[in-house]
């Protein structure tokens, strides 16, 4: 990057609208009540989680997704454009895409897919095309309609960055993004049996991709690998987590920009443990600016 020009980051993937409800413990699987206690609705969706970190950490942004025609997608383009997002909106047969997100204090959730849009022919693909081939980063996120852009990254010769969440290293669904990805993130979620069996688990998996690779452990930090070596962040103390949604995008987008700037591993996890620490002391996806 020349100058002091801005990082362009090209996003692909999926975006959705949220009803958050609170509770004090996620339900049991039996019959019974439970009370929240609080709710709300709110952006929500992996892909709009990176967009709107990335865009507070001063990226030129372009997110290509996919919303139906209703109420629910305008919601979501409106959270988007006035954060500074440029967005290449598919919009698809039926609704956009919406969740219902159980949460605890305690980070825990559960998340019940209420919608999920089918794209049965993109609009926008030269506009998409041209986007991506300007880009410094091409973030291709886990999503039907946004696989086809691995290899149009590929072809573009810009490099690619896949979020594999809670893979368990044999899903078939994640291959294709982990076989594209120049830089792999993924979370433990897949992998835990016991704090130490779990990060053991985990570097072990690192370690066998031979590309950059990082692991988010929740309070336990992170763990990259890197030609080789291994390294590792502690998570940011914060005073009191609000709300969880998007702490992992917010990890990624913290350390893409700080790799971009020219930081190494180390310097770049520290990044991203920074902004998911803002993150998660925030009730949005992305901290305020």
Not at 174 to 187: E, G, K
Not at 217 to 226: E, I, T
Request: hydrophobic content about 50%; some cysteine; proline content about 5%.
């Amino acid at each position: 990057m020349a100058g002091m020009r801005k990082p362009r980051v090209f996003v692909a993937g999926p975006v959705s609208w949220n009803r958050l409800v609170f509770v004090n413990r996620l339900p049991e699987a039996r019959p019974h009540t439970v009370f929240a206690s609080g709710h709300r609705t709110a952006v929500g969706g992996t892909s709009a989680g990176k967009a709107l970190n990335l865009a507070s950490l001063g990226a030129d942004v372009t997110l290509r997704t996919v919303v139906g025609d209703d109420d629910a997608g305008q919601a979501v383009l409106d959270v988007l454009e006035r954060a500074g997002v440029e967005v290449i909106a598919e919009v698809a047969a039926g609704a956009t895409e919406q969740h219902l997100n159980l949460m605890d204090p305690h980070g825990g959730r559960v998340s019940i897919y209420l919608e999920l849009p089918e794209l049965r022919a993109a609009a926008h693909a030269a506009r998409t095309a041209q986007a991506l081939a300007a880009a410094d980063a091409a973030v291709i996120d886990l999503a039907e309609h946004s696989r086809p852009l691995l290899a149009a990254a590929r072809t573009a010769g810009v490099p690619v960055w896949c979020d594999l969440h809670d893979y368990d290293g044999v899903a078939d669904f994640h291959r294709d993004f982990l076989d594209a990805a120049d830089h792999v993130f993924l979370n433990d979620d897949a992998f835990k049996d016991g704090h130490d069996v779990a990060e053991s688990a985990v570097l072990a998996f690192l370690k066998s991709l031979d590309k950059p690779a990082v692991a988010t452990l929740g309070a336990a930090g992170a763990l990259g690998v890197a030609d080789g070596a291994v390294h590792r962040v502690p998570a940011v103390p914060i005073e009191e987590i609000v709300d969880t949604n998007g702490a992992g995008d917010a990890f990624f987008s913290g350390f893409l920009v700080a790799h971009l700037a020219g930081a190494d591993m180390p310097a770049a996890m520290a990044a991203g443990a920074e902004q998911a620490a803002r993150c998660l002391a925030s009730p949005d996806l992305a901290p305020a600016v």
